[in-house]
């Protein structure tokens, strides 16, 4: 049988994609999101995505997170080839794998913090507890609050825990900050790096903020669908530390 996995992928890259692009729709209505993206990240990394609106930041991620499908190229997770996979194999992937956090929380209005997290918990092939997960974002004495009862920080921590309490190997965020001030902004950021530290999970965070690339390990500047810059960091700043 023909091997699928080109040599150059290595186990410690979470994510390969060769020549990937999506477009949207057909003929003159067509929008090319991403234009032959070739990309390494290695497992393990924090990474932020950078670009103007519209360069296919999201689109990227979408495709890495298994709720997308690109258009062509291919894109691999630890050796597996996401983009041969089919809608069931998909599904495993992302129930197995993948953590997301949205600009909006997507909160359960009408449940507890905790009880929000147990949704995820509860569905998870390894979950850690539902406490433990709000322990490690600093919400272990806000369990029994509602939504309405946290400021939008923690909602978006609380949303953070419940995205890792299945203990994924990659996160995904995508604008997880864009809906806060930048003083509430910089605790989420550092329940990220800290959760990324002590976890190891691989965590892409997408923003618009730019100084938020000084906290991590590397920084893909898009634009018009592409890579322009990859910037490693050799030294990764606390959220603290950056001005905003
Ligand atoms: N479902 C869709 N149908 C048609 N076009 C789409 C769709 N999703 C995204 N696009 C287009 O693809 C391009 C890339 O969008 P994408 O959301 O990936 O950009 P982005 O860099 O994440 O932008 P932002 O920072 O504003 O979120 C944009 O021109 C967008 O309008």
């Known amino acids: 049988m023909e091997q699928s996995t080109p040599p150059e992928i290595s186990p410690e890259h979470a994510f390969v994609t060769t020549d990937l692009s999506k477009v949207y729709g057909e003929g003159a209505a067509a929008v090319h999101a991403l234009r032959g993206v070739d990309l390494e990240i290695p497992a393990g ?3 932020v995505l950078l670009g103007p609106s519209g360069s296919g930041k999201s ?9 997308d499908r690109a258009s062509s190229g291919r894109a691999f ?6 983009t041969a996979m089919n809608d069931r194999q998909l599904t495993a992937y992302r129930r197995r794998h993948v953590g997301f956090v949205f600009q909006f929380y997507n909160l359960m209005p009408s449940l507890t913090a905790l009880e929000n997290v147990d ?5 998870a092939i390894a979950p850690m507890s539902s406490m433990e997960a709000l322990d490690m974002v600093g919400l272990k004495n806000r369990a029994t609050h509602f939504p309405s009862e946290l400021s939008g920080g923690e ?14 190997t990659v996160l995904f965020c995508d604008e997880p900050t864009g809906a806060l001030d930048s003083t509430t902004g910089v605790g989420v950021l550092k329940a990220l790096q800290d959760l990324n530290t002590r976890l190891g999970t691989t965590t892409l965070i997408i923003t618009h ?13 898009f634009a018009d669908g592409q890579i322009r810059e990859v910037v490693k960091n050799d030294y990764k700043a606390s959220p603290d530390d950056i001005s905003w």
């Open 209 to 221: 903020a730019a100084a938020t690339a000084a906290m991590a390990d590397r920084v893909i500047h």
């Open 59 to 67: 689109t990227l991620l979408n495709i890495l997170g298994g709720i």
């Open 45 to 47: 990394e924090l990474v």
């Open 119 to 123: 949704l995820v918990a509860e569905i």
């Open 155 to 168: 909602q978006q921590r609380v949303a953070i825990a419940r995205a890792i309490a299945k203990n994924p």
């Open 77 to 82: 997770f630890k050796g597996d080839e996401l």
